[in-house]
């Protein structure tokens, strides 16, 4: 939904939104992201807060399978006319300015903002579940599918000299 920063009142917009967002290369989006948005202007920084909901398709970092995570982002964030940062040529965002957006020719895209908070809000490392058992380092069978039959006292190289330590100790 496109937005016309000059046509916010004075009193602010609140915003109840079901959106189908299209999926990118950064995140697969599978259902519609449900969000709850209050707008304010003051001068020319747009304010938004609220919460946002919506499903994404991710790949475990253990086993690789993909699977879906329901994800709940806050938002605050504050929008800036993009001419601001075209007076500077090179503009840096110091800590407090992280949370800060650009938008240009009076208008901007509640997509966009969306579907930045989810992808903000997906875990470093996903997990299709806590007790995933992820892949043999071996011969790459799924452990939460069945065992395999490798070899687990095989010892780093690196850290065969603390073995031999523990040897000493005896």
Avoid: W
């Avoid at 920063?5 to 599978?30: A, C, F, N, R, W």
């Avoid at 407090?96 to 969306?114: I, K, P, S, V």
């Avoid at 903000?120 to 939460?144: A, F, Q, Y």
């Amino acid at each position: 939904m496109k937005v016309i920063i000059s046509e916010i009142p004075e009193e602010g917009l609140e915003l109840e939104l079901t959106e189908k967002i299209s999926s990118d290369e950064s995140i697969t989006i599978v259902s519609p992201v449900k969000a709850s948005l209050r707008i304010d202007k003051k001068g020319s920084e747009v304010i938004i807060t609220g919460a946002a909901k919506g499903t994404v398709e991710l790949q475990c970092s253990r086993c690789l399978k993909l699977f879906e995570m329901d994800i709940d982002s806050k938002i605050d964030v504050v929008y800036h006319p993009a001419s601001e940062i075209n007076k500077e040529e090179h503009y840096e965002l110091k800590g407090d300015e992280l949370d800060t957006g650009f938008y240009r020719n009076d208008t901007f895209d509640t997509d966009d903002l969306l579907r930045e908070q989810l992808v903000l809000n997906i875990p470093m490392k996903p997990l299709c579940s806590e007790g995933c058992k992820g892949l043999c380092p071996k011969c790459g069978v799924d452990l939460n599918i069945t065992q395999c039959n490798c070899a687990i006292s095989e010892i780093d190289s690196r850290l065969a000299v603390l073995k031999q330590l523990l040897g000493k100790k005896k």
